[in-house]
Every structure is written in C-alpha cells, then in structure tokens.
C-alpha cells in the first residue's frame, strides 16, 4: 500500500509568461541560465512557493522533457560552423545535455535528493509525475518537484514533421507540483489540493513514432487498481490531444474501451495553444481541483507507444483531517489558474524587471 | 523489497560485440583508446576516443546508436533466457544523452554548408528516448518503458530505477542500460571545456591531464529473485542497493568535498543493509580529470576509510563511455564478483598520492570480492552508486 500521495503546490510558467519569469529569475541567473533553464527554475519556485515549503530541506526532482534545451544545443553547435573549434561556448556545452533544466533548478532550489530526467515525446510530464508518485509512495523520497519543461525550436519541429514524427502543435513553458505523503503533509499543516489516487505508465505495441492498433490499456487499469476505484467514479478524462488526429483517434479508442460502459467528458487543456512537457502538471492539478467528491483520469499516449494515466482526487476524497477541514467546508475547490502562489506574486511589490536574457552573453 | 538478481549480461564495447570480448579487453588491461575515425577532429587539440570497432551490425536506416543498444539488449535478454512471452510485463529502461545525434549531426552540418540534404529517416530518432522505442518494438517489451537522462550517470540511474521497479513488485522483471555513440557534439563540447587528455587518459595517476571519451552499450536483466530461481536461472549477482543524489553546487564541477558523492554511496550502502567494510571493490567512475579523481578519492575516504578498499577505472580502457558507462562499468563490477578478478586500471604509471587506495595499476588482479561497488558521477551533480552482492 505505501504512503497516500498528496499534491500541496503547483507551478506553470507558459512560454508568453515572461513577466512572471523575470520575477522568479535573478539578474545573476538570467545571465547565466539559458531561457528553458530560468522557465523551468520559475516554475518550480512557483510551486514550492504555493506549497509553501522551505527549499532547505531534501527536496528531489523528476522532469519530463521531450526536446531538454535544444534551442541552446543549436547555439552551440552553429558556434563552431560559423568559427570553427574557437567558436565553441565552454558554457553552453553543459546545455546540450537534456539534464541541464533539473541540474539548474536543483542549484536554484536546492534539491539535493534524488533527481531525474526523462525524455519521452508526448507524454514526458505525466511520466515524471506518475514516477513522482511511485516514488513518494513507496518511501524512496518525501517530497518533490515533478513535471516538465519544453522549449522546442522550429526546425526541430519542422525536420520531425518531415521524417514523419506526427504533426503535433507544441508550445513552450515548464510546470511542477509538489508531491509529498500525507502524512508529511498534514504534519506541516499544509493545503491539500488533492491527491494521486493511483499511476501507472506502460508500453502498447507500436513502432517508433507508430500509432499502435491496440486499444486494450493496462496502464489504466493499474492506475485505477492501485487507486482502488472503478471507472465509474471517473468524472473527467484529461487527455494529451493537440492536434495530431491519428493519435488522438487512438487515444480515444483507448479510453472508450477503458473506461466502458461509461464516457466521461474528456477535456485537453492545451489546445488551442499547444502542449509542453509542464502542461502535464496543470493538468493533474485541475484534475484535482475540478474532481469534487470524484475522480480524474490524467492520461497521455505518445507515438511510439508510451502511455501514463493518473488518477487524481480532489480535497474532499482526502480523509478529513485539520489541515483539509476548511477547504472540504469551502463552497468550491481551490481555483489553481489563480492559486496562492501567483496571486502572491502578483500582489507583490515585483523586483526590477530584468533584461530579457540572451544567449549572445554566452557568446 | 524483493531482492533484485542480475540474470543477463549485454556489451558492445570499443572492444567489440559481446561480454566476452569485453572481459578479455578489461581483465587484459588493453586500452582500446585510438584515432578518432567516425569524425572530422581537424583543428582540436585531442584527436583520439575509444570507438566501437567496425561490424556494430544492424540496419543502417537506424541510427549508429539505436544499432549499439539493440545489439546489447538482445544479447542480456538471450543470456536470461527470456522469450518473448516473458517480456510483455518487463520493464525497459534506457540511459542515454546523445540520440541519434551523430547522424542529425551530421545532416545539420551539410545543410548549414549550403549542400543540399535530404532528411534521413534516423533524423526522427535523434532524440535519447528514440532507442528505448526501437528496442521496446523490436524486442516486444511491454511494461514500463522509460529514458533517463542524468548525464554521464545515465547509464547507471537505469540499473536503480529499474531495480526499484522490480524490488517493489511493479514488474517481474526490467531490462536496464545505457548507451551512447560518439557524436560531435560531445567531442566539441568536452574538447571545450579542455577537459580531453589527448593521449589515452590515465585515471589516478599523479600525471593525468584528463578523459577521453568513448562509446557502447551495455544492458542487464534485472529480475525478481524468487521468480529467477524458480525458473533455474543463473544469477551472476544481486543488485542489493543503490543510491542516487544531486549536488545541487554546480553544473559542471562535483562538490569539493564530495558531499553528493558520499550520500550516494551510504545510500546505497544503507538499502542494502551492509557496513562499509564489508565492500571491497569499487569500480570508480575515475574519469581522469584532476578534479574528479580527487574529489571521488576523498569522498570514497570518508565512506571507507582510507587503504583497504580496492579501486580501479574501467574508463582507461574504454574512455568514458557517457550514457553507457555507468553500465558498462557496472557490468565490469557484476563480472569481477562473478570472475574473482579485478580490472586493472590501464597507464597508471605514478600513482597520485592524493588518491589513498590501490588502484590497481596496469594488471588485473585475483581477488575474491563479496561486496562491490560502481560509482557514476554526471554533469549537474548527478550522482549515483550501485553496491553488488556476489551470487550465493
């Protein structure tokens, strides 16, 4: 069984959001960090500030991404083709590995527990999430940063349409919710926006940017079993779709035979904007918000094959406890589009604003 | 927890396909560190790196490293001895940093130039988690399949995550690895940050002027250890703990006392219920930069104490390998408990006297080791130990 895992704090900083980030990022850390870099470093103290958790604490960290810091490898690499080996930027080195997002976000917050990058297209934040979750439940971390981060360049996407990868409509943005158990939860009084109930990821047959023929998932069911609840209690269904029809048809046979006899309303809530890998946290935590005394299905399928589910309770599922009680009395669940942290933030007297950062002070 | 087996071993080395030729070249101390042939290195100061010599097999419509990792998964899951029907739950998880790069890499390079370049098919795989897909569909594994990137300690993190899968009852069992083709931009970037020895690098010794780097892949099957004895399965060793930590100091240097290193290793030490003393090995991630040779040695000083421990660096034979080190590395530990040899470590002619341990110079030596240990250290302060218990 393990520890139930709650969800106290989330982060989503979208790529237009750049106000929010200059306000989160330091002039020392926007000369130094790449703009995925500081997206990400953003994000994370927006959902630690909304937890409200001291960072000087062991904190570990799990980051879905599907394309790292590209935008900074293509700096990198178009350094040396213009100037040969004497154009080669020692700093933007270290960016060309997609672990550079959690290595600076781990600098900036301090998280000095277990961190963890995974690259997977399509549903890299649901997959660090649901690990997250794992992870929490069975003890090996108490509390942590999970989600994602995205920043895909043009001719990435481009050259990836031309080799066939899908047509998928992507933005830019990074987004965490902290995770921590219950109990710690409850002993540090904090707000519980909801819980995950249950997580699973699996792989269904498909080949490598395929989109696979089976619509039996396992992934479902385990998360559903390991939340012990049937998919009756699902209220809402958050998908991965954005725009690209072969694989949001095969989502939907997934789900539709999943979820049997019933069809809960399905929401994507990336559309028409496009999906980033930290879209995956908004979604667990409106799932959260919006599940009254249900349930939400968090789920993503990728081409290729990889699929994650989580189900999400709200605050009212949580058993009552004093840290729940006034929210469960509450006339509706905590908004989390206007949560606590960012209020805060845009209530506050904001630092100078900052140049917006360049790649050229690397050069 | 359950306790987690090794039951399958899988290599492609610089020494060629196979654990076998991988034994050979570790134990015999051969240093496979040559001209760099792959790519074009006019104009850098290091010129040579530890290439997977020719006939890596495979279709070439595959990227160099999507060929190298299935060449290595096949062969751990045909030395387990498990079939395709065993493989719809088992777990696959896959450490890697640079993709299908060197073939992206390569069409970039033309189309910057002004040369007309089709897009190769590879280019859609030039993402790490390309080869977990092409050996998940190729080889039909099922459970949950996922691909970490922790730098240099990839390869490694895939062996703990896997095992945390299998030691707490998610699957039955995982295929784990890590790997990595030489790319240009790793060549580059290393050569940048003038971190390159350009002779072959020389871990531990008083002399050392930094790495060189490598390529491969490595892979193990890691199983439940009922479920592997049930079924009459050879097990070469028990993965009894593993730990995994983040600086949180710098992107690109370690702490300076190690602080990240050392809770990896009590961590490790700690799930797998054993005193310091008792490990007698240790595979050390021993790249060959001054500072990471030092800042190790003083971390593996305050875990175990100064002297008994012995030492050794896979990377003098292999360079450092990136996303398949920490495999391959940790393969070489699983091989010396199961062959009661140590590897040497490779040109290490003056011993640094900064580094208190015997670490094994040139000659491998006979050894019957309980306990070992294989540490992986990665840009960001990516820092992972995997502690193996001989078989019983």
């Known amino acids: ?257 999943a979820l049997a006899p019933h069809r809960p309303p399905q929401r994507a809530l990336c559309l028409p904007a496009g999906r980033h890998s930290g879209l995956a946290a908004r979604s667990v935590a409106t799932a959260a918000s919006e599940a009254g005394d249900r349930l939400g299905l968090v789920h993503a399928v990728a081409r290729g094959g990889n699929q994650v589910a989580i189900v999400v309770a709200g605050p009212r599922r949580v058993a009552p406890s004093r840290a729940v009680e006034a929210l469960a009395s509450a006339e509706a669940p905590p908004r989390l589009a206007r949560s606590r942290a960012i209020e805060g933030l845009a209530s506050a007297e904001a630092p100078p604003r900052l140049a917006p950062p360049s790649l050229a002070h690397w050069a | 927890m359950r306790p987690v087996a090794v039951t399958g071993l899988g290599v492609v080395s610089p020494f060629g396909a196979g654990v076998k030729a991988y034994w050979e070249g570790i134990s015999g101390g051969v240093c496979a560190i040559r001209p760099i042939t792959l790519i074009d290195t006019e104009g850098f100061r290091c010129r040579i790196a530890a290439e997977v010599p020719d006939g890596v097999g495979g279709s070439t419509r595959r990227s160099r490293a999507d060929r190298l990792a299935l060449a290595a998964a096949r062969e751990a899951l045909d030395d387990a001895g498990i079939g395709r029907p065993d493989r719809t739950e088992a777990a696959l998880i896959v450490g890697a940093v640079g993709g299908g790069m060197l073939e992206a890499e390569a069409w970039y390079w033309q189309r910057a130039r002004g040369v007309p370049a089709p897009l190769p098919r590879a280019l859609a795989s030039s993402f790490p988690s390309a080869h977990a897909d092409v050996i998940g569909s190729v080889l039909g594994l099922g459970g949950p399949r996922e691909t970490v990137v922790t730098a240099c300690s990839s390869g490694a993190a895939s062996l703990a995550m896997a095992a945390d899968l299998v030691a707490d009852g998610v699957v039955p069992l995982a295929l784990a690895g890590g790997v990595d083709a030489l790319t240009r931009i790793c060549f580059m970037g290393f050569n940048a940050l003038k971190l390159l020895d350009p002779a072959p690098c020389r871990p531990f010794d008083r002399d050392r002027r930094g790495m060189s780097i490598g390529e491969g892949a490595a892979f193990m099957v890691l199983e439940d250890v009922v479920r592997a004895r049930a079924r009459a399965a050879p097990v070469y060793a028990e993965l009894a703990g593993h730990g995994m930590t983040s600086d949180a100091f710098h992107v690109t240097s370690p702490h300076p006392k190690g602080e990240g290193m050392v809770r990896a290793m009590r961590a490790a030490l700690r799930e797998a219920r054993v005193a310091a003393s008792a490990v007698g090995y240790a595979n050390a991630h021993g790249t060959a930069t001054p500072q990471n040779d030092r800042i190790e040695a003083l971390a593996m000083r305050e875990v175990f104490g100064e002297g008994r421990l012995l030492v050794s660096s896979t990377k003098s034979m292999i360079g450092h390998t990136m996303a398949a080190a920490g495999t391959l590395e940790a393969v070489a530990t699983v091989l010396t408990l199961v062959n009661e040899v140590i590897p040497p470590t490779a040109r290490l002619e003056t011993p640094d006297p900064e580094i208190p341990f015997d670490c094994v110079p040139r000659v491998a030596r006979e050894a019957a080791v309980e306990l070992a240990i294989s540490n992986s250290f990665g840009f960001g302060g990516q820092n992972v130990t995997l502690l193996f218990r001989r078989a019983a």
């Open chain 1, 1 to 257: 069984m393990g520890h139930r895992v709650v969800i106290t704090g989330i982060g989503v900083v979208d790529g237009h959001a750049s106000g929010v980030v200059s306000r989160l990022v330091d002039e020392s850390e926007a000369r130094r960090l790449s703009r995925m870099c500081q997206m990400t470093v953003a994000a994370g103290r927006l959902a630690l500030a909304d937890a409200g958790l001291d960072t000087r604490g062991e904190l570990a960290l799990l980051v879905g991404t599907e394309f790292g810091d590209m935008v900074s490898t293509i700096a990198f690499v178009d350094g040396y083709l213009r100037r040969g080996p004497t154009g080669l930027s020692p700093l933007l080195f270290p960016h060309t590995v997609m672990n550079t997002m959690a290595a600076a976000t781990a600098i900036a917050v301090s998280a000095r527990d277990l961190s963890l990058t995974l690259n997977v297209p399509t549903v890299a934040g649901e997959l660090a999430i649901a690990r997250a979750a794992m992870a929490v439940r069975t003890g090996r971390i108490g509390v942590c940063l999970a989600g994602g981060a995205d920043e895909p360049p043009a001719l990435v996407l481009d050259a990836l349409r031309e080799a066939g990868a899908g047509a998928e409509v992507r933005d830019e943005g990074a987004g965490f919710v902290v995770l921590e158990s219950l109990d710690a939860a409850r002993a540090r009084g904090a707000r519980i926006l909801g819980e995950i109930a249950g997580a699973a990821w699996r792989a269904l047959p498909a080949r490598p940017h395929g989109i696979g023929r089976a619509a039996r998932s396992r992934a479902i069911a385990v998360a559903l079993e390991e939340a012990g609840a049937g998919v009756a209690e699902i209220g809402c269904v958050y998908t991965s779709a954005n725009g690209d029809g072969p694989r949001e048809e095969w989502e939907r046979a997934l789900l539709d035979r």
